[in-house]
């Protein structure tokens, strides 16, 4: 079993800044995929980023592209994401997963075996 504990939500204003982490209490050999997903109210769970732990080579939804930036720490098996210019439509619950997903295939929700418990991130206008 993985355990995932996300840290970082809050309350900001549009156009702010916050940084997400995501603490693995371990790494094995399925969950070498990171990913960010956020839910709004009424709306289904959407992928935001991912990143591999070996390369770190990363990938972004369109609508993040150029504000958001994930990273990793390998030697504390954690994930940041950096989000800048935020906008009153980042508000959502953001959750940290991970699993073996590749290519285009990390998009897909059920591509990842591991899930944390979500922190909240609001962003007023």
């Known amino acids: 079993q993985v355990q995932l504990v996300e840290s970082g939500g809050g309350l900001v204003q549009a156009g702010g800044s916050l940084r997400l982490s995501c603490a693995a209490s371990?790494?094995?050999?399925?969950?070498?995929?990171m990913a960010w997903f956020r839910q709004a109210p009424g709306k289904e769970r959407e992928f935001v980023a991912a990143i591999r732990w070996s390369s770190g080579l990363t990938y972004y939804a369109d609508s993040v592209k150029s504000r958001f930036t994930a990273s990793r720490d390998n030697a504390k098996n954690t994930v940041y994401q950096q989000m800048n210019s935020l906008k009153p439509e980042d508000t959502a619950v953001y959750y940290c997963?991970?699993?073996?997903?590749?290519?285009?295939?990390?998009?897909?929700?059920?591509?990842?075996?591991?899930w944390g418990q979500g922190t909240q991130v609001t962003v007023s206008s």
């Open positions: 371990k790494r094995t050999f399925s969950t070498y995929t």
């Open positions: 997963a991970a699993g073996s997903a590749a290519g285009s295939r990390m998009r897909e929700r059920n591509e990842y075996d591991y």
